[in-house]
């Protein structure tokens, strides 16, 4: 199951984890002063603007998430000649599952106990990464914000097989057409009142743009990367107008059609070209916290719901120390191990493929092949 595409190595952006922790500390924030039951009397007119302000944080991460891990795959053809499903899967496993495995079981231990109220049913429904359906009883409070992870795997679990069936990548206008109809879906949904199926489109947008940029030849994305500082600010100003000042009606159609790009160039666009931003963009500490924010963001949800209040401070020190820890004894470990699995899942697909192609046989026996 490996297929060959053809698409230029895409630069590597350095600064990327920076924004993951970004990111992950907007919905921090919004958990915490939206939902932790904190109250700080001069915030209470913007809990709407703080709410999509974390939502913001999580297109983001949708945005670098198709971003980086359609340019890893661009890198492999370009290395390999192909693109190894099994191999790429075994990655997203390693990745994903082990953390998320380890927070949900401590939630049903934590459950037992009274603690905490989680049935075992929502416990299964995150473990399947489906806790973005309507299903009544949801996922709860304290795995609820696993939706973000069904919308992501979902989308790796069908993105690869249409690399792998349909051509869909070796066509860049065919790619762009099929972003057009899935926002064009999504505003025309939205507008009808089937809401749930217009976020659903909507959210695949913002993944299927950082493939998108993931595909652009090199010098495309080095025009992006050098985006003059006014223009980039002028990003940033939209994009919190947005959050601010367009209406609930409006705002989801806004947000499908504008954000995407907006986002985009708000992350390839930072000008750490200059000092003081790259000051920040190529701190070596933030990077390291943006590397260790898929744990954060796991296990924030515990320390930040409406029983906490000021308290939510001191648990999520604590949260970012147990990151840290895992980061170094649990998930460096496994990724080393699914490196090394994947390495070897795609040296056999580059034999297999290579021994395929035999002397002799017509050239369109030998491409299917």
């Not at 914000?145 to 992501?152: I, S, V």
């Not at 107008?241 to 790009?261: C, N, R, T």
């Not at 998930?331 to 090394?340: C, F, K, R, Y």
Request: hydrophobic share 50%.
């Amino acid at each position: 199951m490996c297929n060959t595409t053809n698409a230029a190595v895409p630069a590597r952006i350095d600064y990327i984890d920076v924004w993951r922790f970004f990111a992950v500390i907007m919905v921090i924030q919004s958990h915490v002063l939206v939902y932790s039951g904190l109250k700080i009397a001069f915030l209470a007119p913007y809990l709407d603007q703080l709410d999509r302000l974390g939502e913001l944080g999580v297109l983001i991460f949708f945005v670098i998430s198709g971003f980086v891990i359609c340019s890893g795959l661009v890198v492999e053809k370009s290395r390999t000649g192909t693109i190894c499903l099994p191999a790429f899967y075994v990655r997203r496993f390693y990745r994903i599952i082990p953390p998320l495995w380890l927070y949900l079981g401590c939630l049903l231990l934590l459950s037992v106990t009274g603690m905490i109220e989680i049935s075992s049913k929502q416990a299964l429904t995150s473990a399947s990464f489906l806790c973005n359906m309507p299903f009544p009883d949801g996922c709860s409070w304290f795995a609820g914000h696993t939706w973000t992870l069904a919308y992501e795997e979902q989308f790796y679990l069908v993105f690869p097989l249409l690399v792998l069936f349909i051509p869909l990548i070796n066509n860049s206008l065919r790619f762009y057409f099929v972003i057009i109809g899935l926002v064009a879906g999504s505003v025309l949904l939205h507008s009808v009142g089937y809401l749930f199926m217009g976020e659903y489109l909507m959210y695949f947008v913002f993944l299927l743009t950082g493939c998108c940029c993931a595909l652009l030849p090199e010098n495309t994305i080095s025009r992006i990367r050098r985006l003059p500082v006014a223009a980039w600010l002028s990003v940033i100003a939209l994009l919190l107008m947005g959050i601010g000042y367009v209406s609930d009606p409006i705002e989801p159609l806004l947000k499908v059609v504008f954000y995407p790009v907006l986002i985009l160039l708000l992350v390839l666009g930072t000008p750490t070209r200059l000092k003081l931003i790259a000051v920040v963009f190529k701190n070596r500490q933030l990077c390291y916290l943006g590397k260790i924010s898929y744990t954060v963001y796991l296990w924030q949800e515990l320390v930040t719901g409406n029983y906490v209040g000021w308290l939510s401070f001191v648990y999520l020190a604590l949260v970012f120390v147990g990151a840290m820890l895992s980061y170094r004894y649990i998930e460096l470990p496994l990724q080393s191990m699914a490196t090394l699995i994947s390495n070897n899942l795609k040296a056999d697909a580059v034999a297999s493929v290579e021994s395929a192609v035999k002397p002799g046989l017509p050239a369109v026996w030998q491409t299917r092949q």
